[in-house]
């Protein structure tokens, strides 16, 4: 995830990573797998745990994964020799400053990056760097002015306000998903080799509402989130628990939807 002086909004707790472990390269890079081939090398960007790393591996013929925090690297190497995966690879590196020589990959991929960054066309210009004349930069983002959700949740609009408020004062971009193509094109790639797509998750049976309400229940009051919101005095931890029982009581509702909208770019090198 980002380093320099950026802020990473969600932070490592438990619930955060166990959001992170439950994605796959289908529910999280499908965009990108039809592009995939098993001779190709690729480089991770803000890789987390590295469950989609780990699963991409399964398609090339090597994967390097990359994060700024030392603890979610080690998880990542322990879950893959626990996949035994030996053609993946983790390491502590800085986004704005990749550790690898021009043209090192065949594909660059980042998933939930950029809206982090306080530069994010900066990290773009770095992954362009490292990819190969030919090769593929794939990048892909929530937006969370597009989320939506059924039945209508005063607790869910108020989390959404508060979410936006803490990721401005991390000068970060909580509606990246939106401006991917924008800062594509400003990175610098040929528009000619660039496509545009959207995708999303949706949670709406009994089990995946529980999951995704209990989840955002406990990073409303234990997260990094949580801790941000109250440096920053945007709530206090009464408004952060009522917070964590609109999303209990969202969790509970028997008709309850809620999709989670993504940008995501191809850019050809």
Not at 162 to 184: F, I, P
Request: with cysteine; hydrophobic share 45%; aromatic share 10%.
């Amino acid at each position: 995830m980002p380093s320099r002086s950026d802020v990473y909004t969600h932070g490592h707790h438990e619930s955060v990573l166990r959001s992170h472990r439950w994605r796959t390269a289908e529910n999280s890079a499908a965009y990108l797998l039809p592009s995939l081939s098993p001779g190709l090398r690729l480089l991770d960007v803000g890789c987390g745990p590295g469950s989609v790393s780990i699963d991409l591996a399964g398609r090339v013929a090597e994967v390097v994964g990359v994060d700024a925090a030392e603890a979610v690297v080690a998880a990542a190497r322990e879950a893959a020799r626990d996949a035994g995966r030996e053609n993946v690879r983790f390491e502590v590196a800085d986004a704005y400053a990749l550790p690898f020589p021009d043209a090192s990959f065949d594909v660059v991929h980042a998933h939930q990056l950029l809206q982090h960054l306080t530069d994010p066309v900066a990290a773009l210009r770095e992954m362009r760097r490292v990819a190969r004349p030919g090769g593929l930069v794939a990048v892909r983002d929530a937006d969370y002015a597009g989320m939506t959700w059924y039945p209508p949740s005063p607790g869910l609009d108020e989390w959404m306000a508060l979410y936006h408020e803490v990721t401005e004062a991390n000068k970060a971009d909580a509606d990246a998903g939106r401006k991917l193509l924008s800062w594509v094109l400003d990175a610098g790639f040929d528009p000619a080799g660039v496509l545009p797509s959207a995708g999303v998750w949706c949670y709406a049976t009994p089990q995946e509402r529980a999951w995704w309400a209990d989840l955002w229940a406990d990073r409303c009051v234990a997260s990094d989130f949580a801790a941000q919101a109250l440096e920053y005095r945007l709530a206090d931890e009464v408004g952060l628990e009522l917070l964590a029982d609109g999303w209990r009581q969202w969790g509970q509702e028997r008709d309850g939807w809620f999709a989670v909208l993504h940008g995501e770019v191809l850019a050809r090198v």
